[in-house]
């Protein structure tokens, strides 16, 4: 199993109408990825949300993995995710900056698409019907990869055309190209992304448990893709959770006690209507079912916390409690955990703290291998389309001179 961080521009309250308070937050979800990556941690997602005033405020992850790369040397940086409606931009843009990002980074970007996740942040861009996305991604993202092969890239579809063949450029750096990874909320969408042969993104709102017939269906998808929309397989299922995991099983049971959590997900009932809401379908701004709340009433706060790790909710202890959690999930079969940043009722420099004795002592125990899964994957890119669709025209004229300094020679 590999493990990531989940950046979100999460800003809850007045801070978020704050801009000096957005900067902060800015600077201090960049410090997340580079503190994680120097232990172990070897994905940071960045999400890409519009007009979610206190829930996401990270409307252009290229701009920060870009920020990022230059910081960082081991782990990878991924989209999570990018929306792929040709309304809101044409898909030539997504393959340019993708590939881009590919070059800047050195391989450690990951592509991670979706439809979006819900109507309110797609009417920023003029999309009134939020089912409408559905065929455009699929459209979208089996063109991608096109673009970044061919020279010669002409598409006349639904959703979008390039009227004219254009070399889309930069290609990719090296071998293959950026894993492709999609947000999978209904269970039809694990299927078809294994089908498809991209990473499945995969959010936790209920038992963790739940997902494993999901999780099958995926691996089923992807054992039967005989023809991937890339130049290989990822296989992939990534599924987020919440972790505090602190020096002292008192302290971290004290932190997943504290009053507001719970915040973060009455927001996503809020916004994401093209997902199931969580089990307590608690909708902002009605107060969140925090446990600070439940234990107020009387019940037993230890046999509240003990019941919602055992169904896999949470991840709460010392390294070797947390060890002995993640381990009792058997073959729930996800290949990456990620976490969601910052973590609800932690201070910063707590979280930096989780960041560390998690990668130093939980990591190395479930991941022993360095090299990350995507980039064996990688490995085994094989040319789909080859440089040109049509045939080579035999009366082009090529230059007989090149500027001192070009980086090869005409020969």
């Known amino acids: 199993m590999e493990f990531a961080i989940f950046l979100n521009g999460f800003i809850p309250g007045p801070a978020a109408h704050d801009t000096n308070m957005q900067h902060l937050s800015y600077q201090r979800e960049a410090e997340y990825a580079i503190f994680a990556d120097k232990h172990n941690w070897k994905y940071c997602w960045l999400g890409e949300h519009h007009g979610l005033t206190e829930y996401s405020q990270l409307s252009a992850p290229e701009v920060a993995i870009g920020y990022l790369a230059a910081q960082t040397d081991y782990i990878h940086l991924g989209t999570a995710i990018n929306s792929l409606s040709p309304r809101k931009e044409h898909p030539v843009r997504y393959a340019e900056r993708a590939a881009t990002m590919d070059h800047y980074t050195n391989n450690r970007f990951e592509w991670g698409t979706g439809r979006g996740a819900g109507s309110h942040e797609m009417k920023s861009f003029n999309i009134m019907d939020k089912d409408s996305t559905k065929p455009e991604w699929n459209e979208v993202v089996r063109e991608i990869p096109k673009m970044w092969e061919l020279t010669d890239y002409e598409f006349h579809g639904e959703t979008f055309t390039v009227p004219t063949p254009h070399n889309v450029l930069p290609k990719p750096y090296g071998k293959g190209h950026p894993p492709i990874w999609v947000a999978c909320g209904n269970p039809p969408t694990f299927k078809t992304a294994g089908e498809m042969g991209i990473g499945a993104i995969a959010f936790n709102f209920e038992p963790i448990f739940a997902l494993r017939g999901r999780i099958e269906a995926y691996k089923e998808g992807i054992a039967n893709c005989t023809e991937p929309i890339g130049q290989f397989k990822n296989d992939n299922v990534m599924i987020t959770n919440s972790v505090i995991c602190c020096e002292t099983r008192e302290e971290a049971r004290a932190i997943a006690l504290r009053e507001g959590r719970g915040y973060l997900v009455s927001m996503v009932n809020l916004y994401h209507d093209t997902m199931p809401k969580s089990t307590d379908g608690i909708t902002w701004p009605a107060k969140p079912l925090s446990l600070y709340d439940i234990v107020q009433t009387g019940i037993d706060g230890d046999e509240l916390l003990d019941n919602l790790i055992e169904g896999g909710y ?21 290949d990456q955990l990620a976490f969601g940043l910052p973590i609800e009722g932690l201070h910063h420099e707590e979280i930096l703290a989780t960041l560390e004795l998690f990668g130093d002592k939980v990591i ?43 980086l090869k020679p005409l020969s």
């Not at 060890?323 to 073959?331: F, P, R, V």
């Not at 125990?365 to 025209?393: L, V, W």
């Open 314 to 334: 949470m991840l709460v202890g010392t390294p070797d409690e947390v060890c002995e959690q993640i381990a009792a999930w058997g073959d729930v079969g996800m």
């Open 364 to 406: 190395p125990e479930f991941d022993k291998d360095r090299k990350h899964s995507t980039d064996y994957y990688r490995e085994t890119a094989q040319p789909k389309y080859g440089a040109f669709s049509q045939p080579f025209p035999e009366d082009v004229e090529w230059p007989t001179l090149l500027p001192a300094g070009a």
